[in-house]
T-cell receptor
Framework: SAVISQKPSRDICQRGTSLTIQCQVDSQVTMMFWYRQQPGQSLTLIATANQGSEATYESGFVIDKFPISRPNLTFSTLTVSNMSPEDSSIYLC?????????????FGPGTRLTVL | GENVEQHPSTLSVQEGDSAVIKCTYSDSASNYFPWYKQELGKRPQLIIDIRSNVGEKKDQRIAVTLNKTAKHFSLHITETQPEDSAVYFC???????????FGSGTRLSIRP
């Protein structure tokens, strides 16, 4: 299995500021993924973080708003820039790993962001 | 891109009865279909998955079926228990190492 940690676990931020979320995986992975989960909603993919190249963003998400870094094969950061209350959400990272009986994707515990 | 639709959005069943959640996907290139369970305030946890070379997979009280021709897949939970109450998400991907597209989720409640 893949053990994934995230920091911070939660934060309350002021409108117009930025927050950087860190994601650490206990094994080397080629790709890591960032998702957003708004209250009571499903998970929406923000971008794929590739080591050694720029992140690939999904429709509706742009690099200026959600810059991503991927300095090595076990670590990634997501920055939520110029925040507004609409950015209040849970942000999760994921990475593939080997499970008991299957290769699958594992999720970090999430970062709960509240923007005032 | 891939689009995954999930039904129903809420489901309430009597303890001991079965629950069925259905999903459809749009991209015929998808080959990996995981199901995640998310309890309140926790991260999604994989409960079962199926790959396109298999039509059915079972793990104790949980089973998943896949109809690749119709682009349908379903989750079946038998002999439901109170601890089965959670939100369930179906998803689709090219592989287990690629990006996953989620369905909208089903809130399952088990009535005692």
């Amino acid at each position: 299995s893949a053990v994934i940690s995230q920091k911070p676990s939660r934060d309350i931020c002021q409108r117009g500021t930025s927050l950087t979320i860190q994601c650490q995986v206990d094994s080397q992975v080629t790709m890591m993924f960032w998702y957003r989960q708004q209250p009571g909603q499903s998970l929406t993919l923000i971008a794929t973080a590739n080591q050694g190249s720029e992140a690939t963003y999904e429709s509706g998400f742009v690099i200026d708003k959600f810059p991503i870094s991927r300095p090595n094969l076990t670590f990634s950061t997501l920055t939520v820039s110029n925040m507004s209350p609409e950015d209040s959400s849970i942000y999760l990272c994921s990475a593939p790993g080997s499970g008991r009986s299957t290769d699958t994707q594992y999720f970090g515990p999430g970062t709960r962001l509240t923007v005032l | 891109g891939e689009n995954v639709e999930q039904h129903p959005s809420t489901l309430s069943v009597q303890e001991g009865d079965s629950a069925v959640i259905k999903c459809t996907y749009s991209d015929s290139a998808s080959n990996y279909f995981p199901w995640y369970k998310q309890e309140l305030g926790k991260r999604p946890q994989l409960i079962i998955d199926i790959r396109s070379n298999v039509g059915e997979k079972k793990d104790q009280r949980i089973a998943v079926t896949l109809n690749k021709t119709a682009k349908h897949f379903s989750l079946h939970i038998t002999e439901t228990q109170p601890e089965d109450s959670a939100v369930y998400f179906c998803a689709a991907a090219y592989s287990s190492a690629s990006k996953i597209i989620f369905g909208s989720g089903t809130r399952l409640s088990i009535r005692p």
